[in-house]
């Protein structure tokens, strides 16, 4: 098998985990639609495989791919970004324990250590981790397993310092784990900053045509990542392996998709910051923005979520997202199409009356790949 490790990234997104099928020659992997695997006698494996939940070569053509981008030592696929956070949290937490997240996570990962981790006994103690004194002074010594970061963070993409997260973690023998979804491997890789793990929506950009659910872990350390596939298979949050085939498929086009999300999201941003409706805009790449100079450091890009305020408040915002036409009005991102939403009271309901609910005249874009004059035109149109 090819070694790619020292191949560019639009390489190794399109041949790692992938080379051509030795039977027939195909270029791409089969979708082996199949749950179980004849044996040569009993326990006589054929390329270790007896039943998909624990191993299906799609999957694994997936998972391969995965830890290359992201420079791990293990990746593994999950039914869904949630499923790859619910089973990492079982396998490295007990109750009793302790973890610190961001004050602006995402609202299914806040519901999860909110509503299912901590009822069953997880602790969690939301902090700005861009105050790193803040960090420490949250850490609490021999029961803080983990330090759990997005980067930058939905809805309100606030980038924080990995590497520095990664030294405060370290120092109190927690791991830092970093959701990874909205930048994308392409722009940012945070085992390479210093962090444990990486986790993945795979349903976001990785996938990036809206057609598939999934997720996944990346680790840097391969006796974690072994603790994390027992833990994958005995609780068997699984992606079929149609779903592995389609994330795989996406991941092929990540480096130029990514590259166009990019430069419409700039266009975008430059309408937004002129225009008189808008109360603030929240994008990375503006050097105004808090978190400008950490970005730039760890980022190749600034990726192509936008967020801004509209004047009016609530009515407002919530009229805005239905007068687009290019924009589609609805939930998720980081596919070809570009989506509007309003956070308050779609994807970050769940953050209501929580410490990390978010401003209610708070509008998210997740700009797509459509012609940048007709993005600028349908949402002048609306805010007009």
Known sequence: MTDWSSAGFETR?????????????????????????????????????????????????LEECLASLEHGARGLAFASGLAAEDTLLRAVTKPGDHAIIGNDAYGGTYR??????????????????????????????????????????NPLLTVVDIAALAEIAHESGAILVVDNTFASPYLQQPLLLGADVVVHSTTKYLGGHSDVIGGGLVVSDGELGEQLAYHQNAMGSVPGPWDSWLVLRGIKTLGVRMDRHCANARDIVDVLTRHS????????????????????????????????R?????????????????????????????????PGRMTHASAAGSPLEVPDDLVRLSVGIESSADLVADLEEALE
Do not use: K
């Open 13 to 61: 997104a399109i041949h790692a985990g992938q080379e051509p099928d030795p039977r027939t020659g195909a270029v791409v992997p089969p979708v082996y639609q199949v749950s179980t695997y004849a044996q040569d006698g009993v326990g006589g494996l054929r390329e270790g495989y007896e039943y998909s939940r624990s191993g299906n070569p799609t999957r694994h053509a």
């Open 112 to 153: 999860l250590f909110a509503r299912v981790a901590a009822p069953w006994g997880l602790e969690h103690t939301p902090v700005d981790l861009t105050d790193l004194d803040a960090v420490r002074a949250a850490v609490r010594p021999g029961v803080t397993r983990i330090v759990w970061a997005e980067t930058p963070t």
């Open 277 to 308: 409706r808008v109360v603030e805009v929240l994008y990375p790449g503006l050097p105004g923005h808090r978190g400008y100079d950490v970005a730039q450091r760890q980022m190749r890009n600034f990726g192509g979520m936008v967020s801004f």
């Open 310 to 342: 509209v004047a009016g408040g609530v009515d407002a915002a919530v009229d805005l997202c239905g007068r687009t036409r290019v924009f589609t009005l609805g939930e998720s991102l980081g596919g070809v199409e570009s989506l509007i939403e309003h």
